[in-house]
C-alpha cells in the first residue's frame, strides 16, 4: 500500500528554517547557485536530527517537526561565535 | 555533555548573582528559593559557591519578554523558555527568562522555575547543550519532580570537567545519579516492552526507546516525555488494539492511555485485571490479539484474563514452565508481535509461536534494538 507522505505547510517549513537558523546556525545558500548534492537545508536537518537521536533522514519528518515543537532552552544546539 | 569553549569558564570559584525582577506568576520568595536551589544543583558537585549581592554580580537573573535588552528576543508562551551566556564579563554568565512563560514552584500546570533555572546556569558556568536525552542540559524542557531531582551523572562529567569536584566530598553520599541506558548494552535488562500503533516501545528506568514502524532505528526518550504522569522504572506493559490502549504496570498499580493521553480513572489497581491481592506486582504483560486474552507473569506463575469476559481463565495461574518449558528464570518483559511471543528472560529472549507455543529462536536481549 503506498501511504503518500503527510504534507508539511509552508508554516512547518518556516517554522522548520527559523529553529535550524536559531540553534542550529543554518544560514541559507545566498547568489545565483546553489551547490549540487544535498541542500544546506537538508543538511542542516541532519545534523538537527543526529543532535536529538532521531531518525536521519534530512527531510522534515513528523517526528522531527515534533521535536522542534518541544519547549527548550533559546541557547543554540552547536557553538556558534556568538 | 558538552561545553561552551576551553577556557570559557569563571577564573574564579566564589560567584555572585542578583535578581533584577520577578514573575508575576510565583511570590518573591518562591522565586528566590528556586534560584538558590538552581544555583545549589551545581555547587553540591564542584568547588563553586554562591551568593546573593545588591552590587554588580556575575550573573544576573532577569524576567523579561519578547525584546529585552539582548539581541535574542523571546517568543511569546512556549517554544524558547529562557537561555544564558556563557561565563564572562558584562552580560557573561546572565540568565534570562521569558516572562511570556507560565513558572511554577513546583506543579506541572507550568514550566518548574527550578528546573529552567539549574539549567541555565549550567550555560551560564561554561556548559553547552547535551546529546543524552537524560542530561539536564539536554535542551529539551522535561517536568521532573523538584523535591526528588539528583543532578544526572552525564551533567555532574561536564561541570566538573571544567571545575573539578566539590572539595568538601559528595554533600549528598547516599543518593545514586541517574545514568542513561546504553540499548547496545548486552547486560541490559530491560523493564517492560510494548507495541502502540504499530510501533515498539522498550522501557528502562525513566527511558524507553520507541522504535518507528517504518524504521528500524530505535529513538531513545523519558517516559515523561511520551505520557506525562507515567511512573518510571516500571513493572510491565501492553496494548490492547482494539481499545487503543497502552497500559503501564507498576507494583499494584495500572496506569492507561489512549495513544498519549491518559484516561481518566487511572491509575486502578491490578486487581482489575482479576490479580489477587497475592500478586504484589508482575513481571510482565502480553496481549493475545488473537484470543483477546492478557497473559501476566509473576515470578515462577503466569495468569491469563480475558478481557471480553472479565474473568481469569480456568486453570490459572499456573507455572510457567508448564507451557514456556525453555524459560529457565523469571520473566522481565513480555510482547507479542506478528504473531510471535517474545519473552524475555534476563539477557536473552525467547521467540515463540503464539499458536503452537513452540519454540522458535533464542535471540539476544536487544534483536529489536538494531546493535
Redesign the interface.
Known sequence: LCVPLPQRTNLDEQFAEKYLR??FNFKEENGSVVRRGISPLSQKLREMQE??????TGRLDS?TLK?MS??????P?I?TS? | YSISGNDLKWKKNHLTYRIENYSPDMSVAEIEQSIDKALQVWAKVTPLRFSKVSSDPDIKVLFGGQYHGDSYPFDGPDGTLAHAFAPGPGIGGDAHFDEDELFTFRSQKGYVLFLVAAHEFGHSLGLSHSQDPGALMFPVYTFHDPDTFVLPQDDVSGIQSLYGPNPEGPVDPGVTRPTTPDACDSDLVLDAVTTLRGEMYFFKGRFLWRRPSQSDLPQQSLIANFWRGAPVNIDAAFENPESDRVFLFKDRQVWAFRGYDPVSGYPKSISTFGLPMTVRKIDAALYDEQSGKILFFAGNMQYRYDEAKKTMDEGFPKRIDLTFPDIPGKVTAAFEYRGFAYIYSGRVMFEYSMGSKRLFRLLDNNYFLTC
Open positions: 536559531t540553534f543532535f536529538f537521536g532521531l531518525e536521519i517526528d521535536m518541544k519547549p527548550r532552552c533559546g541557547v544546539d557553538k556568538a
